[in-house]
């Protein structure tokens, strides 16, 4: 089992950078792909990035490539989102997911362990 502690989020304006951190305790981190979700207001969790076990793969959706890069510190437990050129419509509570399977998978229901959240708000 791991468990997962969000940080980073903040209030920047449009254009701006933000770099969230998520620290995995219990089990070791590179046991588990990880991956970022998000969650605006009214609408449904969606998924943002992943990253493989060993860092040797990523996938992002669309609307984050170019300007979010995941990455990840096995040796800290620790995975990262930079974000980048950030929108008004970035804002959401950005969410740290574990699964233990081997494949970068973009379901919410196949990540087996969760953050609690941080909060990214873009003002225009």
């Known amino acids: 089992q791991v468990q997962l502690v969000e940080s980073g989020g903040g209030l920047v304006q449009a254009g701006g950078s933000l770099r969230l951190s998520c620290a995995a305790s219990g089990r070791t981190a590179s046991a588990y792909v990880l991956a970022w979700f998000r969650q605006a207001p009214g609408k449904d969790r969606e998924f943002v990035a992943a990253?493989?076990?060993?860092?040797?793969?990523?996938y992002y959706r669309d609307f984050v490539k170019g300007r979010f890069t995941i990455s990840r510190d096995n040796a800290k437990n620790t995975v990262y989102l930079q974000m980048n050129s950030l929108k008004p419509e970035d804002t959401a509570v950005y969410y740290c997911?574990?699964?233990?399977?081997?494949?970068?998978?973009?379901?919410?229901?196949?990540?087996?362990?969760w953050g609690q959240g941080t909060q990214v708000t873009v003002s225009s």
């Open positions: 997911a574990a699964d233990s399977g081997y494949k970068l998978v973009t379901s919410q229901y196949e990540y087996d362990y």
């Open positions: 990253i493989s076990r060993s860092a040797g793969a990523t």
